[in-house]
């Protein structure tokens, strides 16, 4: 049933339509902007009081539904894009792409008529990412190739007064991976990991907290830079199976189980590289909401 909410903004009262969605319950607020005038400057204050979760629609990020030929970052993809994922995280700031919000657009765009077909082009800061309808109701993204640390540095993650070694790779997103003994040991993440050396992840990065589970199966906890902890991480989750699968020497083809607080999603490595993240993508509330000054 379409809710409307009203919200405090330091802009001029303005109302615009929105929807809820997650994937494994990593959940966003999309605004439809099918023209690009609706939020052509969609700042950080708008955005934190969006996903504000006692005094707004609570999120862990926005998701800006425009065409690629609408926004500057994406009129060089334009061609082989029609829609683009303008992503913010919780704090406003601009993030390069969301595996779980890549869905969720996906879903979206399908949903409302704007998309046809069972694949579809996405086009984000990181480049395109195709995505895939599967006969099952899960989405399926080709997510780009990892890129590891070449540098030789020795990177270390330390939460709840302990430090394990992290690998350090970037999907598009810049993640630290550490494996630990259980999921509890870091502790309750009321703030962000530490890591070190610094200069290795300069902008932060995120952090995930991964144990085995058995033969391709591993779960895990992630801190989201410019969010907190979350329910899941699509780039996340990527980056844990990928340095699983070279820990236990897994061939490419393989595919790799990854239990999040949320649910459940599915990385699979194909014998050129790629990564390809599977699960489920969820519309929930739509209406509108209201912006009013302060």
């Known amino acids: 049933m379409p809710v409307t909410g009203a919200l405090r903004s330091s802009s001029v009262e303005r109302s615009f339509p929105f929807v809820k969605g997650h994937g494994t319950e990593n959940d966003f607020v999309l605004l439809p902007d099918l023209d690009g005038t609706v939020h052509p400057d969609l700042d950080p204050g708008t955005v934190r009081r ?109 939460s709840a007064g302990r430090t394990w070694p992290a690998e350090a790779v970037w999907v598009p997103n810049p993640h630290a991976v550490a494996f630990v003994d259980d999921l509890e040991d870091p502790g309750r993440l009321v703030q962000a990991p530490q890591l070190q050396p610094e200069q290795v992840f300069p902008r932060s990065a995120n952090v995930e907290f991964v144990v085995g589970r058995g033969d391709g199966h591993i779960a895990m906890r992630v801190w989201e830079r410019g969010v907190g902890e979350t329910r899941s991480c699509g780039t996340g989750v990527c980056a844990a199976a990928w340095v699983a699968m070279r820990r236990d020497g897994a061939a490419p083809g393989t595919s790799y ?23 489920p993508a969820v519309l929930g509330l739509s209406g509108r909401v209201t912006l009013r000054e302060l």
């Open 50 to 158: 969006l996903t504000n979760r006692h005094a707004g629609l609570g999120a862990d990020g926005v998701i800006r539904v425009v065409r690629s030929a609408d926004l500057a970052d994406g009129r060089g993809i334009a061609a082989d894009a029609e829609w683009f994922m303008d992503y913010r995280n919780a704090d406003g700031s601009v993030a390069e792409m969301c595996g779980n919000g890549v869905r969720v657009i996906a879903r979206y765009l399908w949903e409302s008529g704007l998309a046809e077909g069972s694949v579809l082009p996405v086009g984000t800061r990181a480049g395109v990412r195709t995505v895939h309808a599967g006969t099952d109701g899960s989405i399926t993204t080709e997510m780009g190739t990892p890129r590891p640390l070449t540098t030789g540095d020795r990177v270390l993650a330390t």
């Open 257 to 279: 189980i990854v239990d999040v607080p949320g649910g459940r999603l599915v990385v699979t490595e194909r014998e050129d590289g790629e990564l390809l993240l599977t699960g």
